[in-house]
C-alpha cells in the first residue's frame, strides 16, 4: 500500500510495506494519486511524463521502496508479565474537569493503597514474569506525591527482591506537581527512570480546567515547581504532558509556551470525556487537523533556529524505531501489562480500572481471569476493524482499546476521531523528517 499526500508546497508519497518515505514533483503526485482513486486530472500528463513516472515507480519497487509486501503475520506475544501500572491512591488535589478517573477516585471511593498491598503487587510482578529481567512498575493515581512514603517503601522493597530473584526494576510516575518539593525532587531523582509532569500550557488554559480543591487555578503553583524539577533533572527522561480540549483547539500556542519555559520534551494528548463542553467531536476535526499543520510550522522555526525540541507526536522513525513486531501486537495491555487498584484488583490498564467486566483477579490471589486475558493476547493490529487499508497502521498499531472501548463499545473498533488527529499527525511527523533529513522540494 501507498499514502500520497500534501504539505504544503511539497508532495510525498509514503510506502506501508517498506516504510519509506519519498519526495515527488507535481507530475508523480498527481500521477499516483489518479492511481489511488483520486478526482485528479492528468490529462495535462505527456506521453513522455507518464513513461519517466512509470520508469521511477517501477526502480523504487525493483529496490524495495514501493509498494513492498507488508507483515501479515499474527505476533506471538509472550504471557511473561512485564509492567504493572500500580495505583498507589485514588485521591487527588486537583480537581480537573475533563478527569477520566473521576477526578481521582474512579467512580468509588478515595483510598489509598497500603504498604501491603503495594510490595504483593511487586511480588506479583516478579512471579508472573519469567525469564524477563527488566520490569517496569508505574506509580498512578490520582495524585502519587500523596502518597510519597508508600512510595519510597515500595520502591525500596522492590530492589531488594529484585536482586535476590535477578530482576532490575525501573520506575515511573505522573504527577500534578502540586507538591512536588525538594524530598520530593530528590527522589525521583535518584529512582525514577522517567517523570510525566501535567501542565496544560497557558495559564488560562490550564486553570481553566485544572483546579485545586477549593476551586482555585493551579498554573501559579505548578510552573514554578516543574521548572526547578526540569532545571535538576540533567539527562534522565522527563516530559511534561498537556491535554487539549474543545476549548482551546489554537493548542500550538500552549505547546509552545510550554518550550519556551524551557521544556524540551513535550506531549499534548487531545482530551478522552464525554463532557459536552470539552468533548472533540467530528466538526472540530478540519480545525483540529489545520492546528497541527500549524504546530508544525511553528515546530520547525524553532528548530531552525537552534531551539527545536522533542514534541510526542511528532517523533517517528521510519527506518528503525519500534520493531514492526512490536507495533503490530500493540500496547500490551491485558496481557503483558496490566494496573493494580488500592485493593489489589487487577484491571488491564489504568483506564479499566474499576469496571467489573474487566476485573482480572487480586495481587493477593495471584492468578488472572483467562477468558479477559486470553481477549487481550489474541487482540492485535490484525483483528482491528477497518485498520485494513490505513496507511497509519503500522504507526498507531490500531488505536488504544480503552478508548476504542469507551467510545465504540468494543477494544477491537477504532474511535474513527483519533483515527482522524493521528492519520493527520502521522502527516505532519512526516513532513518533520523530511525537513531534518533535507529531502524536501
Same mark, same amino acid.
Given at each position: 500500500?501507498?499514502?500520497?499526500?500534501?504539505?504544503?508546497?511539497?508532495?510525498?508519497?509514503?510506502?506501508?510495506?517498506? &516504510?519509506?518515505?519519498?519526495?515527488c %514533483?507535481?507530475?508523480?503526485?498527481?500521477y499516483?494519486?489518479?492511481?489511488?482513486?483520486?478526482?485528479?486530472?492528468?490529462?495535462?500528463?505527456?506521453?513522455?511524463?507518464?513513461?519517466?513516472?512509470?520508469?521511477?515507480?517501477?526502480?523504487?519497487?525493483?529496490?524495495?521502496?514501493?509498494?513492498?509486501?507488508?507483515?501479515?503475520?499474527?505476533?506471538?506475544?509472550?504471557?511473561?508479565?512485564?509492567?504493572l501500572?500500580?495505583h498507589? #491512591?485514588?485521591?487527588?488535589?486537583?480537581?480537573?474537569?475533563?478527569?477520566? !478517573?473521576d477526578?481521582?477516585?474512579? @467512580?468509588?471511593?478515595?483510598?489509598?493503597?497500603?504498604?501491603?498491598?503495594?510490595?504483593?503487587?511487586?511480588?506479583?510482578?516478579?512471579?508472573?514474569?519469567?525469564?524477563?529481567?527488566?520490569?517496569? !512498575?508505574?506509580?498512578?493515581?490520582?495524585e502519587?506525591?500523596?502518597?510519597?512514603?508508600? *512510595?519510597?517503601?515500595?520502591?525500596?522493597?522492590?530492589?531488594?527482591q529484585?536482586?535476590?530473584?535477578?530482576?532490575?526494576f525501573?520506575?515511573t510516575?505522573?504527577?500534578?506537581?502540586?507538591?512536588?518539593?525538594d524530598?520530593?525532587?530528590?527522589?525521583?531523582?535518584?529512582?525514577?527512570?522517567?517523570?510525566?509532569?501535567? *501542565?496544560?500550557?497557558?495559564?488560562?488554559?490550564?486553570?481553566a480546567?485544572?483546579? /485545586?480543591?477549593?476551586?482555585?487555578?493551579?498554573?501559579?503553583?505548578?510552573?514554578?515547581?516543574?521548572?526547578?524539577?526540569?532545571?535538576?533533572?540533567?539527562?534522565?527522561?522527563?516530559?511534561?504532558?498537556?491535554?487539549?480540549?474543545?476549548?482551546n483547539?489554537?493548542?500550538? %500556542?500552549?505547546?509552545?509556551?510550554?518550550?519556551?519555559?524551557?521544556?524540551?520534551?513535550?506531549s499534548?494528548?487531545?482530551?478522552?470525556?464525554?463532557?459536552?463542553?470539552?468533548?472533540?467531536?467530528?466538526? @472540530?476535526?478540519?480545525?483540529?487537523?489545520a =492546528?497541527?499543520?500549524?504546530?508544525?510550522?511553528? $515546530?520547525?522555526?524553532?528548530?531552525?533556529?537552534?531551539?527545536?525540541?522533542?514534541?510526542?507526536h511528532?517523533?517517528?522513525?521510519?527506518? &528503525?524505531?519500534?520493531?514492526?513486531?512490536?507495533?503490530?501486537?500493540?500496547? &500490551?495491555?491485558?496481557?503483558? $501489562?496490566?494496573?493494580?487498584?488500592?485493593?489489589?484488583?487487577?484491571?488491564?490498564? @489504568?483506564?479499566?480500572? &474499576?469496571?467489573?467486566?474487566?476485573?482480572?483477579?487480586?495481587?493477593?490471589?495471584?492468578?488472572?481471569?483467562?477468558?479477559?486475558?486470553?481477549?487481550?493476547?489474541?487482540?492485535?493490529?490484525?483483528?482491528?476493524?477497518?485498520?485494513?487499508? #490505513?496507511?497509519?497502521?503500522? *504507526?498507531?498499531s490500531?488505536?488504544c482499546?480503552?478508548?476504542?472501548?469507551?467510545?465504540?463499545?468494543?477494544?477491537?473498533?477504532?474511535?474513527?476521531?483519533?483515527c482522524?488527529?493521528?492519520?493527520?499527525?502521522? =502527516?505532519?511527523?512526516?513532513?518533520?523528517?523530511?525537513?531534518?533529513?533535507?529531502? /524536501?522540494?
Amino acid at each position: 500500500m501507498i499514502h500520497v499526500f500534501k504539505y504544503k508546497t511539497n508532495n510525498y508519497i509514503y510506502d506501508v510495506g517498506s &516504510g519509506s518515505l519519498h519526495c515527488c %514533483d507535481d507530475k508523480t503526485y498527481d500521477y499516483l494519486a489518479r492511481f489511488l482513486g483520486g478526482d485528479v486530472d492528468i490529462s495535462y500528463l505527456t506521453e513522455s511524463d507518464v513513461a519517466s513516472i512509470k520508469g521511477d515507480i517501477a526502480s523504487l519497487e525493483k529496490e524495495g521502496l514501493l509498494n513492498a509486501p507488508e507483515v501479515t503475520t499474527y505476533p506471538v506475544k509472550s504471557n511473561e508479565v512485564k509492567a504493572l501500572c500500580i495505583h498507589i #491512591c485514588h485521591d487527588c488535589n486537583l480537581r480537573c474537569r475533563y478527569c477520566f !478517573a473521576d477526578e481521582g477516585a474512579y @467512580h468509588s471511593a478515595r483510598e489509598f493503597m497500603s504498604v501491603e498491598t503495594a510490595k504483593k503487587a511487586i511480588d506479583f510482578l516478579i512471579e508472573n514474569s519469567g525469564n524477563r529481567k527488566i520490569l517496569e !512498575a508505574d506509580f498512578f493515581g490520582g495524585e502519587p506525591l500523596m502518597c510519597l512514603d508508600t *512510595i519510597k517503601e515500595v520502591v525500596a522493597y522492590a530492589r531488594e527482591q529484585g536482586e535476590k530473584h535477578g530482576k532490575k526494576f525501573l520506575f515511573t510516575t505522573t504527577t500534578n506537581a502540586l507538591l512536588l518539593d525538594d524530598d520530593a525532587i530528590d527522589f525521583f531523582n535518584r529512582e525514577m527512570e522517567n517523570v510525566v509532569l501535567s *501542565i496544560d500550557g497557558r495559564r488560562e488554559v490550564h486553570d481553566a480546567i485544572r483546579k /485545586t480543591v477549593n476551586g482555585r487555578g493551579s498554573f501559579d503553583i505548578v510552573l514554578p515547581k516543574i521548572k526547578k524539577f526540569v532545571k535538576s533533572r540533567g539527562n534522565k527522561s522527563y516530559y511534561v504532558r498537556g491535554t487539549f480540549t474543545a476549548k482551546n483547539l489554537d493548542f500550538a %500556542d500552549d505547546v509552545v509556551f510550554l518550550a519556551e519555559q524551557g521544556f524540551d520534551s513535550i506531549s499534548m494528548e487531545p482530551v478522552v470525556t464525554d463532557i459536552p463542553d470539552l468533548q472533540i467531536r467530528e466538526e @472540530h476535526l478540519p480545525l483540529i487537523k489545520a =492546528e497541527y499543520e500549524r504546530l508544525c510550522d511553528m $515546530y520547525l522555526e524553532k528548530y531552525k533556529k537552534g531551539e527545536g525540541f522533542n514534541f510526542f507526536h511528532f517523533n517517528i522513525d521510519l527506518e &528503525g524505531g519500534p520493531c514492526l513486531s512490536k507495533r503490530v501486537s500493540a500496547c &500490551g495491555a491485558g496481557n503483558e $501489562y496490566f494496573s493494580v487498584v488500592p485493593n489489589g484488583d487487577i484491571y488491564p490498564c @489504568h483506564q479499566f480500572a &474499576g469496571d467489573p467486566a474487566y476485573k482480572m483477579g487480586n495481587v493477593f490471589e495471584g492468578r488472572l481471569n483467562p477468558e479477559i486475558r486470553s481477549t487481550f493476547a489474541s487482540s492485535c493490529l490484525f483483528t482491528r476493524k477497518n485498520c485494513e487499508s #490505513c496507511f497509519a497502521k503500522f *504507526i498507531c498499531s490500531g488505536g488504544c482499546s480503552a478508548n476504542n472501548y469507551h467510545f465504540t463499545g468494543d477494544i477491537q473498533t477504532p474511535y474513527g476521531i483519533t483515527c482522524e488527529m493521528m492519520k493527520k499527525r502521522a =502527516e505532519c511527523a512526516m513532513h518533520v523528517l523530511a525537513v531534518k533529513k533535507g529531502i /524536501t522540494q
